[in-house]
Nanobody, 119 residues
């Protein structure tokens, strides 16, 4: 069984910073892509950023230049450093990973962590 556990969300003023973490645990053989998604109230879940096991990154336009995704392959952990936060960044942030256990890869989601940016 695999779990993704996020941490680091909270309340911050506009212009501030937060660092989200997501640790994968369980019967993990390997992890391919890891990423972060956001879901604002009344909206669909949207991509924020992804990172491959080799370190290649991809960002949504909304976070480009302000957010940085990174990962520690030894700790099976992905991070999202968010700077210059704006009120429109307010959302629940979900961690996502493609994880290989005994067989093929499967997609896993964390429980989400709330980020609230006040103006």
């Amino acid at each position: 069984q695999v779990q993704l556990v996020e941490s680091g969300g909270g309340l911050v003023q506009a212009g501030g910073s937060l660092r989200l973490s997501c640790a994968a645990s369980g019967s993990i053989f390997s992890i391919d892509v890891m990423g972060w998604y956001q879901q604002a109230p009344g909206k669909q879940r949207e991509l924020v950023a992804t990172i491959t096991s080799g370190g290649s990154t991809n960002y949504a336009d909304s976070g480009e230049g302000r957010f940085t995704i990174s990962r520690d392959n030894v700790k099976n952990t992905v991070y999202l450093q968010m700077n210059s936060l704006k009120p429109e960044d307010t959302a629940v942030y979900f961690c996502h990973a493609h994880i290989q256990t005994r067989g093929s890869f499967s997609k896993y989601w964390g429980q989400g962590t709330q980020v609230t940016v006040s103006s």
